[in-house]
């Protein structure tokens, strides 16, 4: 049961729509974002979801335990003009990953980009950032943290899918806070580290300064160094090793040809750049 007297406090949450059973935070998010007249940023939170969803035809399984929630989040064209909004994803990544680090300070926590959590080997942390139709200055962040719910040994929940092709291939595992230290944390504890170092890097990004989330995204960045393989759609593709993000939060590439920004795409696999580049 959340404290929701205790939520509302969050300077990142003017309204909450709670939920004990809902199919998905960031469906009731867009919904309501859609229509909804009244002030942002929303909180739409729930104990249990029963159809969460992924990026691209992913779901998000969440067990009891878990933290599930969206926001609903304005961007002032002005402050956030559209083209930046991608950078979003990098802000809510890091926000989350320095907020679990606060809750978990022994644990290995990255993230791999856009803004994947992991802790060691395994996700803890799913984001999805959405602009909802119609609205030029709408966002829909939802965060699915595994806080209290066991994964191990349940393969992976994502979408039971091993992700990458060829010599490549990575086996998706997942992680979470119970599993890592054995210690069994209070949801709305949990909420509000996330919301509050969100507010933090959220408030940041709008002042026009993305350098410092890019800084400590750097600090975070599990892919820098490593050969990695990332799938675009409808071209082939790119392996190369990953030198980290640019200044934007582009995830920069040298391949065999050259360094390439990517602004967009599923990075499939990554491991050590100890060897020469592949041919994709
Ligand atoms: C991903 O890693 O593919 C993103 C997963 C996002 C999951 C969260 S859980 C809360 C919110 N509601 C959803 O249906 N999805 C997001």
New binding site residues.
Partial sequence: MFDLTRIERCGLVARIDYHETIG????RAMELGAVDEGSLPLLVLAER?T?????GT?R?W?DEGAL???LVLEAPRERLPPGRWPQVALVAGVAVCEALQSLAPRAELRVKWPN?VYLGDGKIC???CESIPGWQERIVV???VNVNNRVQGSGFR?GDREQGTGGMRQPLVAASLIEHDGVPRELTGVLVGVLDELDRRWRELLEGSFEEVAAAYRQRCLLTGKIVKIEQAGVSPIVGVCRGIDGFGRLRVQTERAEEAIVSGAVVSWEDGTRSVPAT
């Avoid at 998905?24 to 469906?27: E, K, L, Q």
């Avoid at 159809?51 to 990026?55: K, Q, T, V």
């Fill in positions: 998905s935070t960031s469906d979801q159809a969460g969803r992924g990026r992913n998000w969440s599930t929630f969206s994947d799913g984001i999805l939802g965060i699915g994502e």
